[in-house]
């Protein structure tokens, strides 16, 4: 993919809409996904609600996170997820509307993706 070897480059909106982008046009793209995981797990305290959200969301959506429970705990997306509940917990739910609560809670549940302990 063309965008993977930029994605450091990527604004937290550029990696959650690129992530979108594929999710929606159906585009199996496994390789991509992992790429947008590992770049975005050490960066979700720079992530807006909605960003979090929708990255949550394209991930499960699209498959690369519903195969969560196939995939190693070290592959980038299960861990993002790990991150992801991490940064929901750090932050509490105050701060996110309900339809951003809905579609995460969504994309675990989809994946198969309980939050760590």
Partial sequence: EAAAPRLAEFDPQGLANTA?????????????FDAIAAEAAPRLSQFKPQE?????????ADGAAGSCRGKPSA?????LFDALAAEVAR???????PQELA???????????AAPE
Avoid: D, M
Avoid at 52 to 60: E, K, M, R
Avoid at 75 to 79: D, E, K, S
């Fill in 52 to 60: 979090l959200s929708i990255l949550a969301w394209a991930c499960a």
């Fill in 103 to 113: 579609n995460t809670a969504w994309a675990f549940a989809s994946a198969g993706h």
């Fill in 91 to 97: 932050r509490g739910v105050g701060g996110f509307k």
């Fill in 75 to 79: 592959a980038p997306v299960p861990l």
């Fill in 20 to 32: 979108w982008a594929y999710a929606t046009a159906g585009h199996a793209a496994p390789e991509l």
